[in-house]
């Protein structure tokens, strides 16, 4: 029981480091992956959703993408979201 709990807290804190590296330092798709595999092998990865926010405040523009004002955070909750319900129907 207790090493479900740590493993989980170093997933977590893989997942996270690994987004601030790729947010910062790598190609916008390469973020979303990561964040997607985030969302998948860690339950309930709300540092997606800040992270969105995070690139919408680093890279956002006034018009931003698609014309539409913080894209990647809109993107962010509805992967968050999609992946929270597909893996909850998913056998690990």
Do not use: N, Q
């Amino acid at each position: 029981c207790h090493d479900d709990r740590f493993e989980e807290k170093i997933m977590r804190l893989s997942f996270t480091i690994l987004s601030i590296i790729s947010l910062i330092f790598l190609p916008w798709w390469i973020t979303a992956l990561v964040l997607i595999a985030g969302c998948f092998f860690v339950e309930s990865f709300y540092e997606c959703i800040v992270f969105g926010i995070l690139a919408d405040s680093l890279y956002g523009t006034e018009w931003s993408f698609h014309g539409v004002p913080y894209a990647a955070t809109l993107y962010a909750l509805v992967v968050f979201l999609v992946v929270s319900f597909i893996s909850k129907r998913l056998a690990w």
